[in-house]
T-cell receptor, first 110, second 114 residues
Framework: DAKTTQPTSMDCAEGRAANLPCNHSTISGNEYVYWYRQIHSQGPQYIIHGLKNNETNEMASLIITEDRKSSTLILPHATLRDTAVYYCIVRGGSQGNLIFGKGTKLSVKP | DVKVTQSSRYLVKRTGEKVFLECVQDMDHENMFWYRQDPGLGLRLIYFSYDVKMKEKGDIPEGYSVSREKKERFSLILESASTNQTSMYLC?????????????FGPGTRLTVL
């Protein structure tokens, strides 16, 4: 069963911040939140991950609520090249595969 | 830069043929994975490997086998290709361990079986 819930699709104006939500109400204490994206006809690309603190890198910011039941990926200034399917994944510390759900299709419009 | 390469971007094979999909990573990663991606089904894990000569079945291993003779190379084998194996095949690699277990994906091979 999917551990995360994301909206099917979202639109964002070019140059604006894109805020992509994810619900993971059953997350356990040692599970991380990962975000990947997949641009059409390419392999998935790692964006960011976090445990309980907010994280930022050159691509995005990840805001995790205090109860860790939801998170938001923020692309601060979306460009047309950010149009992709964004996957939120919850995963524990043990070895194993990532389970990709259906993700959110983000369309950045001029 | 991390690099995962796959032998072909596009491949067309006939039913019953033996098909080899090759994946090479240059990051000295222990873990390697093979997924397939189909519309409406997302990514599904076929096989993975934690070390040379080691393999584990994923969620949909039927009709596939794998080979890992060297750390950098992980091959997916379709012993007798069938039309329902037409799909996008994605290879990934990662270091082991929770916090650092970020998977890096190759560009994918779109396989068509006629």
């Amino acid at each position: 069963d999917a551990k995360t819930t994301q909206p099917t699709s979202m639109d964002c104006a070019e140059g604006r911040a894109a805020n992509l939500p994810c619900n993971h109400s059953t997350i356990s204490g040692n599970e991380y939140v990962y975000w990947y994206r997949q641009i059409h006809s390419q392999g998935p690309q790692y964006i960011i991950h976090g445990l309980k603190n907010n994280e930022t890198n050159e691509m995005a910011s990840l805001i995790i609520t205090e109860d860790r039941k939801s998170s938001t990926l923020i692309l601060p200034h979306a460009t047309l090249r950010d149009t992709a399917v964004y996957y939120c994944i919850v995963r524990g510390g043990s070895q194993g595969n990532l389970i990709f759900g259906k993700g959110t299709k983000l369309s950045v419009k001029p | 830069d991390v690099k995962v390469t796959q032998s072909s971007r596009y491949l067309v094979k006939r039913t019953g043929e033996k098909v080899f999909l090759e994946c090479v990573q240059d990051m000295d990663h222990e873990n390697m994975f093979w997924y397939r991606q189909d519309p409406g089904l997302g990514l599904r894990l076929i096989y993975f490997s934690y070390d040379v000569k080691m393999k584990e079945k994923g969620d949909i291993p039927e009709g596939y086998s794998v080979s890992r003779e060297k750390k950098e190379r992980f091959s997916l084998i379709l012993e007798s290709a069938s039309t329902n194996q037409t799909s996008m095949y994605l290879c990934a690699s990662s270091f082991p361990g929770g916090r650092m277990d970020t998977q890096y994906f190759g560009p994918g091979t779109r396989l068509t079986v006629l």
